[in-house]
């Protein structure tokens, strides 16, 4: 594992670069969000999202989320009616992960399961992750840096239980609160699990 640091708020471009030029060869990168640390990787690289579940021991079942720049291209992978972009512009960027009805295209673009049909949208309002996302100009697929349920926020840990991850942007501690995940998928918004972002925004 290479691991860097980097600033949080002004993060160096040469360091982006770099961290996205690993995401580009199919490598698995952890870097920080405007929660917790994040382990992801460029999501349309099969090989390096199967490499995501191994890293967290997770099943093959269990959905990931991806990172977005903005919610310009929201309608390739997700059914949106105008409500429900409305509040999703209201608050991203933002803590909250979006959960969306899928759209047949979804599967094929984000290597998920062909019968899922949802997908788990985040658009972090931290600038490293947004800058990952902007400058590889594909989401990321995103899980947080946890450890049999426990949520990492000392770099030196997230080094020692994630050192197979081919880079770690090391921007300092993180938080131990994860986003918010928000189902818009029925006729009424339900709170999947609360987290960093106010639920009384919705």
Not at 75 to 85: F, G, K, L, P, Q
Not at 162 to 168: E, I, L, N, R
Not at 192 to 199: F, H, K, L, T
Request: net charge neutral; proline share 7%; charged share 25%.
């Amino acid at each position: 594992m290479k691991r860097i640091q980097i600033d949080p708020e002004h993060p160096d471009p040469r360091l982006i670069r770099k961290a996205v030029d690993v995401l580009r060869q199919g490598g698995v990168i952890a870097y920080p969000t405007d929660t917790v640390y994040g382990i992801g990787c460029d999501f349309t690289q099969k090989k390096a999202v199967d490499r995501v579940y191994e890293l967290k021991r997770m099943k093959k079942d269990q959905p990931l989320a991806f990172l977005c720049p903005d919610l310009g291209d929201l309608s390739r992978y997700a059914i949106v009616d105008d409500r429900t972009y409305r509040m999703m512009r209201r608050l991203t960027p933002g803590p909250y992960c979006f959960i969306l009805p899928a759209t047949r295209e979804a599967p094929r673009i984000l290597h998920i399961h062909k019968k899922r049909k949802q997908v788990g949208i985040r658009v972090p309002h931290h600038e490293v992750a947004l800058g990952l996302v902007r400058e590889l100009g594909n989401p990321i697929v995103s899980t947080s840096a946890t450890w049999e349920g426990e949520m990492l926020n000392d770099p030196n840990d997230i080094a020692s239980y994630f050192a197979h991850v081919d880079m770690f942007l090391d921007a300092g501690w993180g938080g131990l609160e994860s986003s918010t995940i928000v189902d818009l998928t029925g006729p009424e918004v339900e709170v999947v699990r609360e987290g960093a972002g106010p639920i009384d925004l919705l």
